[in-house]
């Protein structure tokens, strides 16, 4: 049975392997000592805010992270805007994990009163139907068209 529970402070091992995993989600690219030593990479390994699914151990993981404009992510709208990432281990995919992390996250964000959530996603990349689907749409004009913010 999967739980959902808050990410720890402590977990940025965890950080770092779904950070890897979400870089890597069209094959292998980068290594896990190319995570930590890219600067525009190894910030993702922090979280403002997380959940963690477990299923006799994580996995699967939420998190959001506050950018500032001069240290911008990938997916950076604007600094009251969190960036999120998201990762499911490879044999629990396909399964509503990912959604039921997202709603998670998002009631979270509301809850806080966040105005909204952005993230970035490549081109091919299966997860951006996820995300429409939970109603983030592109940011528009002057962003990346992978950048997607969902506002509240």
Not at 49 to 74: H, I, K, Q, S
Not at 84 to 94: N, P, Q, T
Not at 119 to 130: C, I, T
Request: cysteine-free; hydrophobic content about 40%; aromatic content about 8%.
């Amino acid at each position: 049975m999967t739980t959902i529970r808050p990410l720890r402070a402590d977990e940025q091992a965890l950080l770092s392997q779904a950070t890897l995993g979400n870089i890597n989600w069209a094959g292998p690219r980068y290594a896990l000592d190319d995570v930590m030593n890219t600067p525009t990479i190894a910030h993702y390994v922090a979280a403002d805010e997380g959940l963690v699914a477990e299923d006799g151990g994580p996995v699967g993981v939420v998190w959001l992270r506050f950018f500032p404009a001069d240290d911008p992510g990938y997916g950076f709208v604007e600094e009251s805007i969190p960036e999120l990432s998201i990762w499911v281990a490879e044999g629990h995919r396909g399964r509503g994990l990912g959604g039921q992390l997202l709603d998670g996250i998002v009631a979270l964000a509301r809850e806080k009163d966040m105005p909204g959530i952005s993230l970035s996603v490549e081109k091919g990349n299966p997860a951006r139907h996820l995300y429409e689907r939970h109603g983030f749409l592109p940011a528009g004009d002057g962003y990346d068209s992978g950048t997607l913010v969902l506002r509240f």
